[in-house]
């Protein structure tokens, strides 16, 4: 089947309910009918201040939690950034390409960069848009699914392969965004109006994938609503009730505007013990099999040992392609 790439940073202990419903069910979805790459992009990771005990934990945890979704590393090539030494190398030659006021235009680089400082802010975080098109264009990606805040990446991303390709002859695939728009952005619990985020969600605004079932219900039954109390779609007036639909209908395959009737009349109440019971029966198995995972570390070693050199092969047939056309001398 074609060819599809995506990445997650291990930046926090447990994925959340934004992860999993704008991207990680697609790639346990694609990996039936395509060619799946999937990885734990620690080096992104390291572009913030980290702790490398906590990173070196979260990529495990991260590879387990996937595999405890329904990724499964027989059918899909599972594995972590640092491993396949190519994304490192081709991202130098994007770097090169890429203008100085392109990269800075980056909402994420100019988001992430506000809050310690733009001098404090490391070079890395300037240069992540090119690593990760390194990520996609190594593999020869057709689709990438994603959330839309990583929209704005994917274009740049499709501009470096079309500027490469012009400039030194054609060697890239062009990859297209899969953004699924429904479930694209789910909002914090508390402050509507930003993402649900590892790095920038309070804890009562982010349902954590390993939550306890029971902390899980508590944060959707105390999540932000309005003063209407009408159950209905609307995202610019009510996003806070918007948001709970879309991850009710997300979470049980139901019609939005079929779950409005259903609460019609009845305030915010019997809905959000509903959403409540549904979120807490899809974390509930989570935590489980991600320890189960988690306590075979040398197994999980071996997924990943396994995935990083089947990725090897290919990432470095498209890297020896790029060197050989921007007129390196080669490895012989
Ligand atoms: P960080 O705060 O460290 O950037 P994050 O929560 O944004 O973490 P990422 O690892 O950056 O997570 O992104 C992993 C995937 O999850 C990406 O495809 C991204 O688009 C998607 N994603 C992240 N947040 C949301 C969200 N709130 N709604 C839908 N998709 C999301
Ligand atoms: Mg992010």
């Known amino acids: 089947g074609p060819r599809v790439f995506s990445g997650i940073q291990p930046t926090a202990d447990s994925f959340h309910l934004g992860n999993y419903l704008g991207a990680l069910r697609h790639w346990i979805r694609l990996q039936d009918d395509h060619d799946a790459f999937y990885c734990v992009v620690d080096m992104h990771a390291i572009t913030v201040e980290h702790d490398p005990v906590?990173?070196?934990e979260r990529t495990y945890r991260s590879a387990a939690q996937l595999i405890a979704?329904?990724?499964?590393?027989?059918?899909?090539?599972?594995f972590a950034q640092s491993q396949v030494p190519a994304h490192a190398e081709l991202a130098w030659v994007l770097n090169c390409i890429t203008g100085?006021?392109?990269?800075?235009?980056?909402?994420?680089?100019?988001?992430?960069?506000?809050?310690?400082?733009?001098?404090?802010?490391?070079?890395?975080?300037?240069?992540?848009?090119?690593?990760?098109?390194?990520?996609?264009?190594?593999?020869?990606?057709?689709?990438?699914?994603?959330?839309?805040?990583?929209?704005?990446h994917l274009e740049l991303t499709r501009d470096l392969a079309q500027r490469f390709n012009s400039r030194f002859g054609d060697t890239f695939t062009i990859p297209a965004p899969l953004i699924i728009s429904d479930t694209a952005?789910?909002?914090?619990?508390?402050?509507?109006?930003?993402?649900?985020?590892?790095?920038?969600?309070?804890?009562?605004?982010i349902v954590d994938?390993?939550?306890?079932?029971?902390?899980?219900?508590?944060k959707i039954r105390s999540a932000v609503t309005d003063s209407e109390a009408e159950v209905r779609f609307d995202r610019e007036d009510k996003p806070g009730v918007s948001n709970?639909?879309?991850?009710?209908?997300?979470?049980?395959?139901?019609?939005?505007?079929?779950?409005?009737d259903q609460y019609a009349g009845q305030g915010y109440g019997a809905f959000k013990v509903d959403l409540s019971e549904i979120v807490a029966d899809f974390v509930s198995p989570l935590r489980e099999r991600t320890d189960a995972?988690?306590?075979?570390?040398?197994?999980?070693?071996?997924?990943l040992r396994?995935?990083?050199?089947?990725?090897?092969?290919?990432?470095?047939?498209?890297?020896?392609?790029?060197?050989?056309?921007?007129?390196?001398?080669?490895q012989t």
């Open 100 to 152: 100085l006021g392109e990269a800075r235009r980056m909402t994420q680089f100019k988001d992430k960069s506000a809050k310690g400082g733009l001098e404090q802010a490391s070079v890395g975080l300037l240069t992540y848009p090119m690593l990760m098109a390194a990520d996609i264009l190594l593999y020869q990606t057709e689709a990438v699914p994603v959330g839309e805040d990583q929209r704005q």
């Open 209 to 218: 994938v390993l939550d306890d079932p029971k902390a899980a219900a508590k």
């Open 185 to 205: 952005k789910i909002v914090d619990l508390q402050e509507p109006a930003i993402k649900m985020s590892k790095s920038a969600s309070s804890p009562k605004g």
């Open 306 to 330: 396994d995935g990083a050199a089947a990725a090897r092969e290919v990432a470095s047939t498209t890297l020896a392609a790029v060197y050989d056309r921007v007129g390196f001398v080669g």
């Open 54 to 56: 906590a990173l070196r």
């Open 69 to 78: 979704m329904g990724l499964d590393p027989q059918r899909s090539t599972l």
């Open 293 to 303: 995972l988690l306590a075979d570390r040398a197994e999980l070693d071996a997924i």
């Open 244 to 260: 709970l639909l879309t991850i009710y209908s997300a979470l049980t395959g139901r019609k939005v505007s079929e779950i409005a």
